[in-house]
């Protein structure tokens, strides 16, 4: 039998979602009675309260030490780690992040087999798993706060105190200010930007329309910029995906006439330092530069949006960056632009969120854990036995004393 535990989270500040909804644990332990048992470790700040998961079945114990598969949704400190266990969480480490090679080193240490959500993947390369959407959906809803802070025209209620996505759309629709609003992006956040968008009745055009129509009325529209529309080869001025994704520091923005165009900027691109930025700090202040307010769902600080100069909270979303000298400022300032860049947006709806990533777990991952010898599961491992897997064997490097 498989003993799965879901941890407390224990991060600071503890994060509200969970990988599975108690009705969820009930419909697992339904199909899978007999093969599956699931424990959780009781919590104050998880979004659904623990005598939820006793009533659907799940046990409640403060010791998950018998337990074989571990799941949580951030980093677990590392006094909590059970050895010799395997542990799915999303870890970030896969790019060498410094603050995280301790977590590691102690995993490695430990032996225990670390399956990151991150990393699993189809056959084909694609995600299988994540929270995406909802980072999409919240961190537009975001962006029109920031619009409604920066232009003083409307004033949405913080999607925390909504709690539920069908209000979030019900307050959006209220919104009647004219806007010119650019997404970026192709994978599930910028899916779930849209959704939200088309949901409270705002339509897509296409990139040329967008352009087109730049004096016309803009109400209730938006448009999607992907990577072909942002990026050019430095050399012939095309974009060839694939090309693209295999040497971006080949290309450079073609974004500006675009930013010319657009009051809010969504952008939910995937971003490394090898990829071009959307724009670069110095153009926020040319007289064509037309964008006044950002939610950088990314989040990559002096990333893609390279005035993202810190990680912004739930409690306190947005700052100001200033035109000229890229100061923080307030964030109605008529010489700044108005930033969103919240790390966890999944958080302020945490429930739907965690259901909506439930539901992609017992789908597409779970069964895999059943399953002996999984290829699925085995893509997915960054380190098991206290050695790191021959795919992530790069983070080596990462490792040594500098």
């Known amino acids: 039998m498989l003993k799965i ?142 619009m409604g802070i920066k232009t003083g025209a409307f004033d949405l209620v913080p999607a925390h105190i909504l709690e539920e996505y069908p209000k979030m759309v019900t307050s959006l629709q209220s919104v009647n200010f004219p806007m010119r609003i650019a997404v970026t992006g192709s994978g599930r956040v910028a899916q779930g930007a849209e959704k939200l968008l088309q949901d409270a009745g705002y339509a897509r055009i296409s990139p040329q329309e967008y352009l087109a129509n730049s004096e016309g009325n803009y109400s209730k529209k938006y448009v999607l910029l992907k990577h072909k529309d942002l990026f050019a080869n430095k050399q012939t001025s095309d974009f060839e995906r694939l090309d693209f994704f295999n040497n971006p520091q080949n290309y450079s923005s073609c974004a500006s006439v675009y930013w010319q165009h657009t009051d809010l900027l969504i952008n939910g691109i995937y971003w490394d330092e090898k990829v071009p930025r959307l724009f670069e700090k110095e153009e926020i202040s040319s007289p064509g530069f037309s964008i006044q307010a950002i939610a950088d769902i990314s989040c990559d600080i002096n990333g893609s949006v390279p005035i993202t100069s810190r990680v912004s909270t739930i409690q306190n979303p947005f700052y100001g960056i200033h035109k000229k000298d890229f100061t923080e400022c307030a964030c109605n300032d008529s010489e700044g632009l108005c930033i969103m860049a919240i790390a966890n947006l999944p958080s302020e709806i945490p429930r739907e969120a965690s259901s909506g990533f439930g539901n992609m777990f017992i789908e597409h991952v779970l069964p895999e854990f059943l399953v002996p010898q999984s290829a699925f599961i085995q893509r997915a491992s960054i380190c098991e036995k206290g050695e790191l897997t021959p795919s992530f064997s790069y983070l080596s490097s990462f490792l040594q004393p500098k």
Not at 32 to 43: D, Q
Not at 83 to 109: D, R
């Open 5 to 146: 535990g879901l941890i407390q989270e224990k991060k600071s500040p503890p994060d509200q979602r969970v990988v599975l909804s108690p009705g969820q644990c009930k419909s697992i332990l339904t199909s899978y009675s007999g093969k599956v048992s699931i424990f959780v470790e009781p919590s104050p700040s998880r979004c659904f309260p623990d005598h939820e998961y006793a009533n659907n079945g799940a046990i409640l114990s403060s010791d998950l030490s018998s337990c074989d598969l571990l799941l949580g949704v951030k980093e677990v400190p590392i006094h909590s780690l059970y050895p010799n266990k395997t542990y799915c969480f999303f870890a970030h480490v896969i790019k060498g992040q410094s603050y995280n090679m301790p977590l590691l080193a102690s995993l490695l240490e430990k032996k225990i087999r670390l399956v990151d959500f991150e990393t699993m993947t189809f056959e084909n390369g694609a995600r299988v798993i994540g929270f995406g959407e909802y980072a999409g959906i919240v961190g537009a809803y975001n962006g029109f706060r920031a």
